[in-house]
Structure formats: C-alpha cells, structure tokens
T-cell receptor, first 113, second 116 residues
C-alpha cells in the first residue's frame, strides 16, 4: 500500500538554525499538509498546499515557516530560525481530494537545543 | 470554544469487548468532515475512518464504526471486538471548509488500553 514517507525521523538542531523537513506524499495525491504535535499535546494544523500554493494556514504558520514542492515528488517544510518551542513531532500528510481522508507519514521528531 | 472535544482522557476495555470513544465538535459550517486517527506509542498517525457531514449512513471500516449524530454534533468511534493491538491514543479531527482551503482541528485524544 502506498504511504507517505518523511525524512529524517529525528532532527536535532541548534536554536537559531534553519531546518528543512522532507516529505514524499503518496504519488497520486494532490493535497498536502503539515501538522505538528508538541510532546503530550494534541495535533495542530500548520498548512495545506494545493496546486503549488498554500491554500490554508493556521496562526502557528508565521513568517518563519515556509513550504515548497521543489519537484514532482517532494514536499518540504522549512523553519528559518528555529526556537526552543519549535521542538515537536512534525507530520506530513497527503490526500487525494479536498474532502478525502489524509494519510500521515511517520513524522519527524525535531529537537531544538 | 473548542472545535473538537474528547472528554475521556483514558479508557480501559477488556479484550474482545466493544468500546466507544466520545467526540463532540463545534462548527457552524454545513459541509465538514470528521476523522478518527490512531496513534500508537511508536508515534505514527494512522487513519481509521471518515464521515462526511452529508453522509446519511454511519461510516464503517472493519471493526471501526462512527456513530454520527449530527443534531447532537457528536461523532463517536466504536471499536468492536477489541484487540491488544488497539491500545493507543485515538484522535478525533474535523475538517472545516473555507473558500480558500480547509482548516483542520484535532481533539486532545483518548488513550485506550485493552486489557487481556
């Protein structure tokens, strides 16, 4: 069964550094998403992406965040200048349609030191 | 107000018994979607079941069914014949539609423990 893959599984970064989290969505999916889950807390929506542009974003997704689909397969989340509070599990998800279920990757655990 | 409310932080169920995990939601939209995800201790998010707001029948997927009561704004997950592997965190989520895209909201989760 096709799946969403995320790399790396764990990223450790110094505060203030830039980090790029990578995702390969399911190949025939058109909608892409990033979520984060701070340890012990609920999953929070960050951004949705369709047709090569952001279609919706939450209040969390401020100017330090950006997303990109640099080629036909990858979908990346960049955090420009990381803060301690960016430490979380980041999930990528993809869906075949706007109202279709999203399939999640296994997540990237980001630890900011 | 919370968009998704899961009032049961923890639940226990005997193996082979059925269990209901509660979820209520808050939206003024006519068109929305409701999802349940399972998160095992390993951390990944596994999609279980989906219910659209216009679906008249309750969604079912194998041992999972969604008890959708639109007037009460509840979307409870029913797991029949619980298995030890069902022990995990369960999240209810909602998609609200916007002109530009969708917003998604997750509940705080229910930790389910299946007892042998």
């Amino acid at each position: 069964e096709p799946e969403v893959t995320q790399t790396p599984s764990h990223q450790v970064t110094q505060m203030g550094q830039e980090v790029i989290l990578r995702c390969v969505p399911i190949s025939n999916h058109l909608y892409f998403y990033w979520y984060r889950q701070i340890l012990g807390q609920k999953v929070e929506f960050l951004v949705s992406f369709y047709n090569n542009e952001i279609s919706e974003k939450s209040e969390i997704f401020d100017d330090q965040f950006s997303v990109e689909r640099p080629d036909g397969s990858n979908f990346t989340l960049k955090i420009r200048s990381t803060k301690l509070e960016d430490s979380a599990m980041y999930f990528c998800a993809s869906g075949a349609g706007r109202d279709q279920p999203q399939h999640f990757g296994d997540g990237t655990r980001l630890s900011i030191l | 107000a919370q968009k998704i409310t899961q009032t049961q932080p923890g639940m226990f169920v005997q193996e082979k018994e059925a269990v209901t995990l509660d979820c209520t939601y808050d939206t003024s939209d006519q068109s929305y979607g409701l999802f349940w995800y399972k998160q095992p201790s390993s951390g990944e998010m596994i999609f279980l079941i989906y219910q659209g707001s216009y679906d008249e029948q309750n969604a079912t997927e194998g041992r999972y069914s969604l008890n959708f009561q639109k007037a009460r704004k509840s979307a409870n997950l029913v797991i029949s014949a619980s298995q030890l592997g069902d022990s995990a965190m369960y999240f209810c989520a909602m998609r609200e539609e916007r002109d530009t895209g969708n917003q998604f909201y997750f509940g705080t989760g229910t930790s389910l423990t299946v007892i042998p």
